[in-house]
């Protein structure tokens, strides 16, 4: 990356914890552990541990039982696996899903899918803080519904969702309870011992780990089912085939090792960031709205909509800064965010906000050049711009 | 995901970071005709004004812009451009035109005809009006 960038989009990905890398290393050539984990030699079966070391690493984060944890190519396929593969394995006592609006794509996606093949999904609007209100969840359950989808932290605003009580209402109505916290874990203890979730997705690359892995939770009392969505070998309790990917896996084992250990001081660091940053933006710009909750949200995204300008030049003005856009520019979809629409914000202003997302490796520098590089673009395409009518 | 600002060319760029002639001209100025095009809830907004000699020619331009970085880029390369015309070359002046010689891709072609709207209605007040009065509307400064 260009010297002068400075990244602040954690909630995309994060780099790779050095520690992490160098773990890594030691799996892919041939002084190191190459071996298919399924094989039964020796050096099989030492690749075979270190997995299954990662997975209770994994497991030891969440509080999970090591044989819960189920290994796959990221968050985007654990979804899938959890939404498709529940519902189809269900179906015969119910083709209702209930899940929210400002879900990530992978979830949304996958719930149109579910409709295309005969399913009918209830799609909750959220509050305007961006939560997605226990009651709203128990108004939309019907007797048919056999699954629930609902984020634990949302991408874009970091608004965090309670769900001991939407997990609750959901047990009550004997549906499943699966929950996406790609960008909870790590950020936010996590006690499946104690949480009323049957399915949970995790990614790796968002919590200093590599890109192509991930995880799924799968609750074993009450013992779940689920259609596989990948056939072939019978890895991972059948769920999900494919030769084990064991310098990805134990990527993810370390990243979640160091996250589990370091969390106090990774949430204390990404907190003050972000109020750095949150303060600096409200006394330069003091129109800046914060959008989401104030409080009930995860610690390092911080997404802020500014009036009253463009969306798409305040992103080019600010291309110094690694950052992510509700702006349509910026979207494949070439929409307003879908989020920021949900929570009632208008079309120019979504498209005027950007998140930013802190991390480990960002330092108070970073936080204040970003901070006055977005203070200086906005007044000075407020200058340019005529005064509102 | 591609690069979303990858059509700008260095010309768009450098006219975006420091757009010429950005502004209003002082309360009081005379000769002054002034129009605007689009809406700021479509995404964008331009408000022209020229600034017409004795001689009946185009002293100095000023603009003011909401938009997106092509929008600001052309009302800033607009502003250069139309400075010596009549006011009636002005109004057939072709911001598309201009747009299309800076590369910039067919979906910011409505960027460039709101530019060339504003300043259509800036110098067709010319037209409607040759003897030009203090009491032309004018922008704040």
């Known amino acids: ?389 | 995901m591609p690069d979303p600002f990858a059509a700008y060319s260095d010309t768009v760029r450098a006219h975006f970071r420091t757009p010429r002639n950005a502004g209003g001209f002082a309360a009081g100025h005379e000769r002054i005709l002034a129009g605007s095009a689009g809406q700021r809830r479509y995404g964008r907004e331009v408000e022209f004004q020229l600034q017409v000699t004795a001689e009946g020619r185009i002293g100095d331009c000023r603009y003011r812009v909401y938009g997106c970085p092509a929008t600001i880029a052309l009302c800033s390369l607009t502003s250069e451009a139309l400075k010596g015309r009549t006011p009636a070359e002005a109004a057939g002046f072709s911001v598309v035109t201009l747009a299309e010689q800076l590369g910039l891709p067919a979906e910011k072609r409505a960027a460039a005809v709101t530019v060339e709207d504003a300043v259509r209605a800036a110098a067709g007040r010319y037209n409607a009006a040759p003897a030009i009065s203090p009491a032309v509307p004018q922008l704040q400064a």
């Open chain 1, 1 to 389: 990356m260009p010297e002068k960038i400075i990244y602040l989009d954690y909630a995309a990905t994060t780099p790779v914890d050095p520690r992490v890398a160098q773990k890594m290393a030691g799996f892919l050539t041939c002084e190191g552990l190459f071996a298919n984990p399924a094989s039964a030699h020796t050096p099989g079966r030492k690749a075979r541990g270190a997995v299954e070391q990662a997975r209770m690493q994994v497991a030891a984060l969440v509080n999970a039982e090591p044989g819960e944890i189920i290994f796959t190519s990221g968050a985007t396929e654990s979804d899938n696996l959890a939404i498709k593969g529940a519902a189809h394995f269900y179906r015969d006592k119910g083709r209702h899903v209930v899940t929210s609006r400002i879900e990530h794509k992978a979830v949304l996606d996958t719930c149109k899918q579910l409709e295309r093949d005969g399913f009918e999904v209830t799609y909750i609007k959220p509050n305007a803080d961006g939560l997605v209100e226990p009651q709203a969840v128990a108004q939309a359950l019907r007797p048919d519904t056999v699954l629930v989808s609902i984020m634990h932290v949302n991408n874009e605003i970091g608004t965090a969702n309670d769900i001991a009580a939407i997990g609750a209402i959901v047990h009550a109505q004997g549906a499943w309870f699966h929950v996406d916290a790609a960008q909870s874990a790590g950020k936010l203890p996590i006690d499946l011992k104690q949480m009323p979730v049957d399915l949970m997705s995790f990614s790796g690359h968002k919590v200093y780990g590599p890109k192509g892995i991930g995880a799924l939770y799968v609750r074993s009392q009450p013992h779940i089912n689920l259609d596989p969505l990948i056939h072939g070998g019978g890895h991972e309790h059948g769920l999900r085939s494919g030769t084990l990917a064991t310098h990805q896996i134990v990527g993810m084992g370390e990243a979640y090792r160091i996250a589990r250990e370091e969390m106090p001081k990774d949430v204390t660091h990404c907190s003050a960031l972000r109020q750095q940053l949150w303060r600096a933006l409200h006394v330069t710009v003091p129109e800046a709205l914060l959008n989401g909750h104030p409080s009930q949200r995860v610690c390092g995204i911080l997404n802020v909509g500014f009036p009253g300008i463009e969306g798409e030049s305040l992103l080019f003005a600010c291309h110094d800064l690694a950052v992510s856009s509700g702006s349509a520019c910026t979207s494949t979809d070439k929409a307003p965010s879908f989020v920021l629409r949900a929570l009632g914000r208008d079309d120019q202003l979504a498209g005027s906000s950007i998140r930013f997302s802190v991390g480990r490796f960002t330092t108070k520098e970073e936080v204040q050049t970003a901070a006055r590089i977005v203070s200086e673009e906005y007044h000075r395409l407020q200058e340019l711009a005529p005064a509102a009518g």
